[in-house]
């Protein structure tokens, strides 16, 4: 007996323990019941994929038809996701107005369909439109796809398909547009930008068969970004006298900038492949020059890694620089030997700069090999090319970065600007042989530059 009592004494106590757990989960689910629709559908469904909001139904009562009255769909098109459930979903939406539709197919059975998703979201004047449809060679765009007067903000993504449109184009409200992986010819985005009065931002990203992008009717256009990873996919030359920030990532060659008369800010950067052979030519280094002299009177310039090591060869080789009128420079790069001759005569040449930002640099960069076997093909010796005038023995690769480096670096920049303001070093943890925090008080203070060093999100110190 007195074993039961014990038991019984002690399930009381775990009763009620589940109860007050199973009031509390009440209170929890009444209190997510309780949102209003517009806080769901605006600030939660919103934001996530359409078959995820619509799983959300299980979790309260109320939810179960919310999300059909949310502004924004995107849909995953594979074989987990077949079209019928798609076209499922679309007969239970019943918003009015679509902010955003998102679509990525990359399988044959939903090419039969895509046609009908597209005028779905224009019949419900979607705003924001995503179309990727990947490894899908048989689609072309319908001829009403270029006909629309809702899309703000569209996003097109084609592999190694032709995008040619047979009729007139009147995107009259589009102000962005990002083109990526697609077939271009020149007669073909000149009839898109015919079409495309109000366009104030254009993406061009791996697009072949571009000679010559003219974007001189474009009157609002002000940011143009070009990217380009094989040879075809990029044009030749580029006019666009309206815009103010530019950003070109090239690949083996460089763009032949007719006009950039208007700008403000300029990117630059070279794609690098370990699996492919980069060939240097001095064609290509003049090539580079000549880009850098159409972008001088550019207020911001941002440099990447590889541009300074090609424009570090450059300089080595004795090739002139244009001279800029830059207030503020960005240079996302680890320091090490190859890039210091280029760093050094960008910053000689911008009589002007206040600010300059060092960034821990990303992606692959071009070995050293490559640098020094063309000054070897040059008659010249690597070894007394990248020396130091100064006598600084630099670190010839990026990983395990001293002290003295880094001191070196800030020093090196403090001596070859007169205007300077501030300096921000942010560094790479991984390549470096000490923490940050030791350096600081090693450095000279200047009064006149304010000096922040840190490494990733940390800031480590300031002089």
């Not at 007139?168 to 000149?190: E, F, P, Q, T």
């Amino acid at each position: 007996m007195a074993h039961k009592s014990s038991t019984a004494a002690t399930s009381r106590p775990i009763h009620g323990i589940d109860r007050r757990r199973r009031g509390r989960h009440r209170r929890n689910i009444d209190l997510v019941s309780s949102l209003p629709d517009e806080i769901l559908q605006q600030h939660i469904f919103v934001f996530i994929p359409t078959k995820l909001a619509i799983r959300t139904s299980v979790l309260s009562r109320r939810w179960r038809h919310v999300w059909s009255d949310t502004p924004s769909l995107s849909f995953e098109s594979s074989d987990m996701l077949h079209a019928a459930s798609i076209n499922e979903t679309l007969t239970r939406y019943t918003a009015l107005k679509m902010i955003k539709f998102h679509l990525t197919s990359s399988v044959e059975h939903a090419v039969p369909h895509i046609d009908k998703w597209i005028k779905f979201a224009m019949s419900r004047n979607v705003e924001n439109l995503s179309l990727s449809v990947g490894f899908v060679s048989s689609y072309k765009l319908p001829d009403f796809f270029y006909m629309n007067s809702s899309i703000k903000q569209l996003n097109l993504m084609f592999p190694n398909s032709y995008i040619i449109p047979t009729c007139s184009v009147m995107w009259s409200s589009l102000k962005k547009l990002s083109l990526r992986y697609c077939i271009l010819s020149d007669k073909s985005i000149a009839k898109i930008l015919s079409g495309c009065p109000i366009l104030e931002s254009l993406t061009l990203s791996h697009c072949q068969r571009l000679m010559v992008l003219d974007l001189s009717r474009s009157l609002r256009l002000r940011t143009l970004e070009i990217k380009c990873s094989v040879e075809f996919s990029r044009p030749r030359q580029i006019v666009a006298p309206n815009i103010h920030r530019l950003r070109l990532q090239n690949y083996k060659s460089t763009y032949i900038l007719v006009d950039v008369s208007s700008l403000n800010e300029a990117q630059v950067d070279f794609f690098f492949y370990l699996h492919h052979k980069l060939t240097l030519e001095a064609y290509l280094l003049q090539d580079i020059l000549k880009m850098l002299h159409k972008l001088k009177n550019a207020e911001k310039l941002i440099f990447g890694c590889n541009i300074l090591q090609i424009l570090s060869l450059a300089e080595v080789c004795g090739l002139p620089f244009p001279m800029f009128k830059t207030k503020s420079m960005t240079l996302e790069t680890e320091i090490f030997q190859y890039v210091i001759p280029g760093i050094e005569r960008l910053l000689q040449n911008s009589p002007d700069l206040k600010t300059v930002n060092v960034h821990a640099s990303e992606g692959n960069i071009i070995p050293d090999c490559y640098f020094d076997n063309y000054l070897d093909l040059q008659g010249l010796s690597p070894n007394q090319c990248w020396r130091s005038k100064d006598g600084v023995f630099w670190n010839q690769s990026r990983s395990n970065v001293e002290s003295k480096n880094v001191a070196s670096f800030v020093e090196l920049m403090l001596k070859n600007t007169k205007t300077l303001d501030k300096m921000v070093v942010q560094l790479n943890e991984r390549y470096l042989g000490f923490k940050l925090k030791e350096l600081a008080p090693t450095l000279s203070h200047n009064n006149n530059v304010s000096i922040v060093l840190s490494s990733l999100n940390h800031t480590d110190g300031m002089i």
